[in-house]
């Protein structure tokens, strides 16, 4: 299996990178060599970032969190929403939005606005509204949704990111590595490996390696699920312990009769007074 994916890589053209005058320097252990001025990718480095990716995105999904796809370069779009919808995951490939993870409050209330704008369409007031307004309105449920289409199911926040090019999505990264989110990256040569957890070595450029690799990852997340769902039916539900009461000896039970006055212990020296003391001398009247 590695061998044919190692194949569909190579003829996808994964192995090649940038030019050798805009390589960056700590991607060096991930340079198999070098083609006249274009740098070459070991397509093993690929191959071993990519089963780490997997299994981190398997573990991920299988917790219980989500995987957000983040491509907004034109060689990506089209393989993140496909990718993403795929595997029924959230995705960006349009634009990434300054604080869509900091500040994830305000992008849940702008998903609210984007799901009033809809509605309003759906029930024709916009129709009704007048030509300025309605133009506005149009204008704003185009923009919103655009930038929010793909993330607008996500309650909450991931727990994985995967990237396309670290250069581009600056943000994206920069966000959760704040938030101590996970990050896989599908990087060149000229970006920086230290800006990811996870680093696939590959062409970003090559548009066809750029769907043989998310459609991995796809995989992974498919088979995660499956596991969560094979665990929620394994584990039983647990059952809730009841306290035991205290049951009290009742007035017409044997052991409230046995509790009578005659059979309580006395107090002797209550009864018959204090005692003499015995150690005393004796006083003879005669002295």
Same mark, same amino acid.
């Given at each position: 299996? *590695?061998?044919?994916?190692?194949?569909?890589?190579?003829?996808?053209?994964?192995?090649?990178?940038?030019?050798?005058?805009?390589?960056?320097?700590?991607?060096? #252990?991930?340079?198999?060599?070098?083609?006249?001025?274009?740098?070459?990718?070991?397509?093993?480095? !690929?191959?071993?970032?990519?089963?780490?990716?997997?299994?981190?995105?398997?573990?991920?999904?299988?917790?219980?969190?989500?995987?957000?796809?983040?491509?907004?370069?034109?060689?990506?779009?089209?393989?993140?929403?496909?990718?993403?919808?795929?595997?029924?995951?959230?995705?960006?490939? =349009?634009?990434?939005?300054?604080?869509?993870?900091?500040?994830?409050?305000?992008?849940?209330?702008?998903?609210?606005? $984007?799901? /009033?704008?809809?509605?309003?369409? !759906?029930?024709?007031?916009?129709?009704?509204?007048?030509?300025?307004?309605?133009?506005?309105?149009?204008?704003? $449920?185009?923009?919103?949704?655009?930038?929010?289409?793909?993330?607008?199911?996500?309650?909450?926040?991931?727990?994985?990111?995967?990237?396309?090019?670290?250069?581009?999505?600056?943000? &994206? $990264?920069?966000?959760?590595?704040?938030?101590?989110? @996970?990050?896989?990256?599908?990087? =060149?040569?000229?970006?920086?490996?230290?800006?990811?957890?996870?680093?696939?070595?590959?062409? =970003?450029?090559?548009?066809?390696?750029?769907? $043989?690799?998310?459609?991995?990852?796809?995989?992974?997340?498919? *088979?995660?699920? @499956?596991?969560? @769902? *094979?665990?929620?039916?394994?584990?039983?539900?647990?059952?809730? &312990?009841?306290?035991?009461? @205290?049951?009290? &000896?009742?007035?017409?039970?044997?052991?409230? =009769?046995?509790?009578? #006055?005659?059979?309580?212990?006395?107090?002797?020296? !209550?009864?018959?007074?204090?005692?003499?003391?015995?150690?005393?001398? /004796?006083?003879?009247?005669?002295?």
């Amino acid at each position: 299996m *590695a061998k044919e994916l190692a194949k569909e890589l190579i003829s996808a053209g994964v192995h090649f990178g940038h030019s050798a005058n805009r390589w960056n320097p700590k991607m060096g #252990p991930y340079i198999f060599g070098k083609r006249g001025q274009i740098h070459i990718i070991d397509v093993r480095k !690929t191959l071993a970032g990519l089963v780490i990716a997997k299994k981190l995105i398997n573990d991920v999904v299988a917790s219980g969190k989500d995987v957000v796809f983040v491509g907004t370069k034109r060689q990506a779009q089209k393989a993140v929403e496909e990718a993403a919808t795929k595997c029924g995951m959230h995705y960006v490939s =349009d634009r990434w939005l300054g604080g869509t993870l900091t500040n994830f409050r305000t992008i849940r209330s702008r998903v609210q606005r $984007l799901d /009033e704008l809809e509605q309003m369409q !759906t029930e024709g007031t916009l129709e009704s509204q007048s030509k300025k307004q309605a133009s506005r309105l149009k204008r704003e $449920l185009r923009k919103i949704k655009g930038n929010m289409e793909g993330i607008r199911k996500m309650g909450r926040l991931p727990g994985a990111v995967v990237v396309i090019d670290c250069k581009k999505e600056y943000l &994206a $990264l920069r966000e959760a590595r704040k938030l101590g989110i @996970t990050t896989v990256g599908i990087i =060149d040569t000229d970006c920086d490996p230290d800006t990811v957890d996870i680093v696939i070595p590959a062409n =970003d450029d090559s548009i066809r390696a750029i769907g $043989l690799i998310l459609n991995e990852l796809a995989e992974a997340v498919a *088979a995660g699920k @499956t596991m969560v @769902t *094979a665990q929620k039916e394994v584990t039983p539900r647990p059952r809730r &312990a009841r306290p035991r009461r @205290t049951v009290l &000896a009742r007035a017409n039970t044997p052991e409230a =009769d046995q509790m009578t #006055p005659e059979s309580t212990p006395v107090n002797q020296t !209550t009864e018959q007074g204090p005692q003499p003391n015995t150690n005393q001398p /004796e006083i003879n009247p005669q002295q």
